[in-house]
């Protein structure tokens, strides 16, 4: 644009020549170049932004593996705040919880810690801990104060995971405790539980971890743990026994009672042990034993091949029982497996069978005491026959014994094509005491009591009849005879007196007899001296005493 411009009234400016020249010069603006200064209010936002920036690095630096914990209810469990301990320090926490896609169970998102890597691996285990009261004692006390959270038993294994099935119930051994594994086969559980003590000679030394039936369904397999250092007593000749509750036997052999502790009768409880002079190996980790039902059971010896035999009774067995003992002169060499009812072909008569079982081995010479064998068939020809008897009045227990009876009739055995042998029999002692009964009483019957009671009813009359007169001459003899008496009595006792008064020491009669005595004494003594001197002088009976001459002249 020209410097001639226009103004807004469309009239040209003055040029600079014709402005007064009495006013002053201004000078002339001068345009200043800008420039951006820093402040420090813009500082603050950035020194946040740098401790955000490091906050989130370092939490993304710290921040540890993501795992999924499965539980079928997320009682207890609240997100953002249920902690993860290992023994008791905090190794993660729980962010989310959320439902399964069937609805079936809760899925726990948990953090851990950086450090806490080594927990993400296959072997661990995680449960909830939350007041509980179990067979075992009460735990999760402090929880109710504190909430409930979740514990991990840190695993061993090299192989990461990070899905995982929680335990709802705690494990019974943590995976740092020492110890070995073993396993059991039972019929069947009893009274067993997990957590149920395993006892060595009354000491606790272990538990049951697991238990689970068997692939076939026929026993139950129980899983246990022996911590160290007491795993070395378990021997590979180890036998392990319920020793659950009290354990009360009544049989033919009386009353047994046996249990481990207070602890095994309330939760049950295993026991261990092994034979005498027993020097097997250790156990390695992992070995399979029995269980038995008994200590009894459990330590006795092998039985070896065993002898079916078979008994025919005529009489009622009862107070037999399955497992009642076979007795041979006291030593139980069998035991009974069955007892039946077996009829003939008419179905008119009926017998009791008894099976058995016999172990020649329980004897010291059992190979010749076979019941096949030739020496057991002559026993049974000189009269061994087996008979019921009573084992035990208290109980009422029967079992069955060999003995010999003189006056047996003949007999032998009778061998069955599947190997069983058929012993004679005899009947039982409280049989013949019942057939004995039964004859007393029919002779009984046939005693005419009722003629008896009658001869006895005159004969009482009789006796009451003298009874009645002895009584009235009681009377009569009172009434007369008495006053006769009682006169004599008076006489005798005037006797009497007169009698001491003579006997007494100072009676007239009683000195006239001393005086006569001593005249007699005095008397006996001048006899005696006469006899001596005329035995002395013998002339003295024609002289006289030389003295009595002298004076007379």
Do not use: C
């Not at 005498?276 to 009894?296: C, D, G, K, M, V």
């Amino acid at each position: 644009m020209s410097d001639n411009k226009i103004n807004n009234e469309g009239q040209t400016p003055p040029s600079a020549h014709e402005v007064d020249s009495s006013l002053p010069t201004l000078p002339e603006p001068q345009k200043k170049k800008s420039r951006w200064r820093f402040s420090l209010i813009w500082l603050v936002p950035f020194i946040a932004l740098l401790i955000a920036l490091s906050l989130a690095v370092k939490a993304i630096l710290d921040r540890g593996p993501t795992i999924e914990v499965s539980f079928r209810t997320a009682e207890g469990l609240e997100a953002g705040k249920t902690a993860v301990r290992y023994k008791q320090v905090n190794i993660g926490l729980v962010r989310q919880i959320d439902l399964s896609e069937d609805n079936s169970h809760v899925i726990a998102k948990i953090e851990l810690g950086k450090d806490n890597r080594n927990f993400a691996v296959k072997d661990s285990r995680f449960w909830v801990v939350r007041p509980r009261i179990g067979t075992s004692g009460v735990s999760g006390i402090d929880t109710l104060l504190s909430g409930s959270y979740i514990e991990v038993d840190g695993g061993k294994s090299e192989e990461k995971q990070s899905h995982f099935v929680g335990l709802e119930t705690p494990p019974v051994v943590s995976s740092d405790v020492p110890g070995k594994i073993f396993f059991l086969k039972a019929q069947d559980l009893g009274s067993l539980d997990i957590g149920a003590p395993i006892y060595y000679r009354r000491i606790n030394v272990g538990q049951i971890t697991a238990y689970n039936l068997s692939k076939d369904g026929k026993n139950v397999e129980l899983q246990t743990f022996i911590r160290t250092p007491y795993d070395k007593f378990v021997t590979t000749d180890a036998r392990f026994w319920q020793a659950s509750g009290v354990d009360v036997t009544l049989n033919a052999s009386g009353f047994n009672l046996d249990t481990q502790s207070l602890a095994s009768i309330v939760a049950g409880g295993i026991a261990f042990g092994y034979p005498e002079n027993s020097n097997a190996a250790t156990a390695p980790n992992n070995t399979h034993f029995n269980l038995w039902n008994s200590r009894q059971d459990a330590l006795k010896e092998p039985d070896g091949t065993g002898r079916h035999v078979i008994m025919y009774f005529d009489h009622s067995l009862r107070g037999l029982t399955a497992g009642a003992p076979i007795d041979f002169m006291g030593i139980e060499i069998g035991n009974i497996k069955a007892i039946n009812v077996e009829f003939n072909q008419n179905y008119s008569k009926l017998r009791m069978r008894v099976d058995g079982m016999i172990y020649p081995s329980r004897l010291a010479h059992g190979k010749e005491l076979d019941p096949s064998g030739e020496i057991f068939k002559n026993f049974i020809q000189r009269g061994w026959r087996a008979q019921m008897r009573t084992g035990n009045l208290l109980t009422g227990q029967n079992y069955i014994a060999l003995d010999q009876f003189a006056k047996a009739p003949p007999a032998t055995l009778i061998m069955h094509s599947d190997g069983s042998v058929e012993v004679p029999t005899r009947p039982s002692e409280l049989s013949g005491l019942q057939a004995q009964v039964s004859q007393i009483a029919d002779k009984l019957s046939k005693f005419p009591i009722t003629e008896i009671g009658q001869d006895v009813r005159k004969t009482l009359n009789n006796m009451n009849t003298t009874i009645e007169s002895t009584d009235k001459l009681v009377k009569q003899l009172d009434g007369k005879v008495a006053p006769g008496l009682q006169a004599t009595l008076d006489d005798a006792r005037k006797t009497l007196r007169s009698s001491e008064s003579i006997l007494s020491s100072d009676a007239p009669m009683q000195q006239d007899v001393r005086r006569a005595l001593q005249q007699m004494t005095r008397t006996a003594a001048s006899l005696q001296l006469m006899a001596d001197y005329i035995e002395q002088h013998p002339e003295s009976l024609i002289r006289g005493k030389k003295g009595e001459v002298k004076n007379d002249k």
